[in-house]
């Protein structure tokens, strides 16, 4: 591939992925959690409602980030290794993160050259996926867990559908983040999706 043609589909993705739909949805759902859902659990195992609200916080930044090259520290840090939590200003911050985040990746210069993005170099084309993905899998979380109603746009749901969807020849029944729930063909793009993340569509609190 030229450099000419790689240039070309970075800015055709730029156009393509607008993260102002699927950032007013997760805004809106954070908005609807109530203070006596934060100690509620998630599909997440290992969060509550409230630890899963600090890493939207901390992803929605570090992308954010990641989109302007700004590589400083919190891009060198694993999620896997990081307690997230909220604090008393959350309400406040994460609509302005998640608004300097779409921001940032309307411009595309953000989708050019490398990343980083997790501690892991990257194509800036791909930590914008990742990012996105990212909003529609954990918007979903949140709002599993608090009982909200949620919907993302289908461009958004479709790249994260690419983005989880395993590589041929990729270990059978793995996707980009682990063992897929199997969902039938004809499910609805949203269960689809979340079923690739390693999640059951059908979770619920009480389960």
Not at 50 to 56: A, D, I, S, T, Y
Request: with cysteine; net charge negative; glycine share 12%.
């Amino acid at each position: 591939m030229t450099e000419m043609t790689e240039m070309a589909e970075m800015a055709e993705m730029a156009e393509l992925i607008d993260f102002a739909p699927q950032a007013r949805l997760v805004a809106a759902v954070a908005e609807g959690v109530t203070d006596e859902q934060l100690s509620g659990p998630t599909p997440c195992p290992e969060y509550e409602v409230r630890h899963l609200l600090g890493h939207l916080i901390g992803l929605t930044g570090a992308f954010r980030d990641a989109g302007r090259k700004d590589l400083g520290p919190a891009l060198d840090q694993d999620p896997a290794n990081s307690s997230p939590d909220i604090g008393p200003g959350w309400r406040g911050e994460l609509p302005k993160l998640l608004d300097e985040l779409v921001d940032v990746w309307r411009d595309p210069a953000a989708w050019e050259g490398m990343t980083r993005a997790g501690g892991i170099d990257l194509p800036g084309a791909v930590a914008g996926a990742v990012a996105m993905d990212e909003l529609v899998v954990h918007g979903w979380d949140l709002a599993r867990a608090t009982g909200q109603e949620y919907a993302p746009d289908e461009a958004s749901l479709g790249v994260a559908k690419e983005l989880l969807t395993p590589e041929e020849g990729a270990a059978s029944g793995n996707s980009l983040f682990g063992p897929v729930v199997p969902v039938p063909d004809d499910a609805p793009l949203l269960d689809r999706v979340i079923g690739l993340s390693g999640r059951d569509p059908g979770w619920t609190p009480g389960a």
